[in-house]
């Protein structure tokens, strides 16, 4: 078992920049494909950047490639995702995931943390 918590995550104004963290409990955290999602209101989620176990390989989505950067603190169990840029459609809950079972970019992980709120205002 997995544990994810989120944190980090709150009001900034367009153009702003936050960064979010989420520290992983139980088995060995640098076994997992770590990845972020994302909830819009009235939306499915999406996936937004990943970051494999293996060969390190990153990979995110064409709307936040450039602003967005995803790193993982093997020594803390920590994953982070740095938001650069940021847009008022970038507002969301933000979560966590572990464990792909297929293609990373797939809504179809093992383990979610609860999410963290993302809001950006004009």
């Known amino acids: 078992q997995v544990q994810l918590r989120e944190s980090g995550g709150g009001l900034v104004q367009a153009g702003g920049s936050l960064r979010l963290s989420c520290a992983a409990s139980?088995?060995?955290?640098?076994?997992?494909?770590m990845a972020w999602f994302r909830q819009a209101p009235g939306k499915e989620r999406e996936f937004v950047a990943a970051n494999t176990r293996r060969l390190g390989r990153t990979y995110y989505s064409d709307s936040v490639k450039g602003r967005f950067t995803i790193s993982r603190d093997g020594a803390k169990n920590t994953v982070y995702l740095q938001m650069n840029s940021l847009k008022p459609e970038d507002t969301a809950v933000y979560y966590c995931?572990?464990?792909?079972?297929?293609?990373?970019?797939?809504?179809?992980?093992?383990?979610w943390g609860q999410g963290t709120h993302v809001t950006v205002f004009l």
């Open positions: 139980g088995r060995t955290f640098n076994d997992y494909t």
């Open positions: 995931a572990a464990q792909a079972r297929s293609g990373v970019t797939n809504v179809d992980y093992d383990y």
